[in-house]
């Protein structure tokens, strides 16, 4: 079963930065998050992942709270090509599968 | 990155018919590849694991012998769908991972939308 929360949807004018929460209240100490998108039809696509410090690399930025319940994905300058279903993961310690949740679907504005 | 390919992309068949869907790892070595099933509006659903040279876990309420996981090399997972029905149709996605560490990175398939009629 799914271990995080997203809300169902957002909006976020292009050119500004995207903020795109996760709840994951029930993480244990070695597991992962991860974050994928899905652009319709199309297989998930990779963005980042984190386990307790903070991440960043060329498409987005991940901040985890101290105490890892809750995670920000940031799209630092959200384009049209960004509109699509991101997910929140949290891959279990013990088989590695990922299970996903529900995910955000984003809508990026002119 | 890391590439996962899928054949085919899309497939309509017959009721009663069985396709095969096949994964493959093309420029790494993928020791686990997972097959998930996602239909309209809604998310992944992860249907079974697979791992090298070895019988595949499903996940529950996953029936194991109509959904027959192949992972014969550590490149090619196969799916058959046998005696497909018009539920079975759905948006099949396979991912492959790298190694078997909770930090290695998953990389998803193009995925294969099955049509029954």
């Known amino acids: 079963d799914a271990k995080t929360t997203q809300p169902p949807s957002m909006d976020c004018a292009e050119g500004r930065a995207a903020n795109l929460p996760c709840n994951h209240s029930?993480?244990?100490?070695?597991?992962?998050v991860y974050w994928y998108r899905q652009i319709h039809s199309q297989g998930p696509q990779y963005i980042i992942h984190?386990?307790?410090n903070n991440e960043t690399n060329e498409m987005a930025s991940l901040i985890i709270t101290e105490d890892r319940k809750s995670s920000t994905l940031i799209l630092p300058h959200a384009t049209l090509r960004d509109t699509a279903v991101y997910y929140c993961?949290?891959?279990?310690?013990?088989?590695?599968?990922?299970?996903f949740g529900t995910g955000t679907s984003l809508t990026v504005i002119p | 990155g890391a590439v996962v390919s899928q054949h085919p992309s899309w497939v309509i068949c017959k009721s009663g018919t069985s396709v095969k869907i096949e994964c493959r790892s093309l420029?790494?070595?993928?020791?686990?590849m997972f097959w998930y099933r996602q239909f309209p509006k809604q998310s992944l659903m992860l249907m079974a694991t697979s791992n090298e040279g070895s019988k595949a876990t499903y996940e529950q309420g996953v029936e194991k012998d109509k959904f027959l996981i192949n992972h014969a090399s550590l490149t090619l997972s196969t799916l058959t769908v046998t005696s497909a029905h018009p539920e079975d149709s759905s948006f099949y996605i396979c991912?492959?991972?790298?190694?078997?560490?909770?930090?290695?990175?998953?990389?998803f398939g193009p995925g294969t939308r099955l049509t029954v009629l």
């Open positions: 420029d790494f070595q993928a020791t686990t």
């Open positions: 984190g386990l307790k």
């Open positions: 991912s492959a991972s790298v190694g078997v560490s909770v930090g290695d990175e998953q990389f």
């Open positions: 993961i949290v891959r279990v310690d013990w088989g590695n599968q990922f299970y």
């Open positions: 029930t993480i244990s100490g070695n597991e992962y």
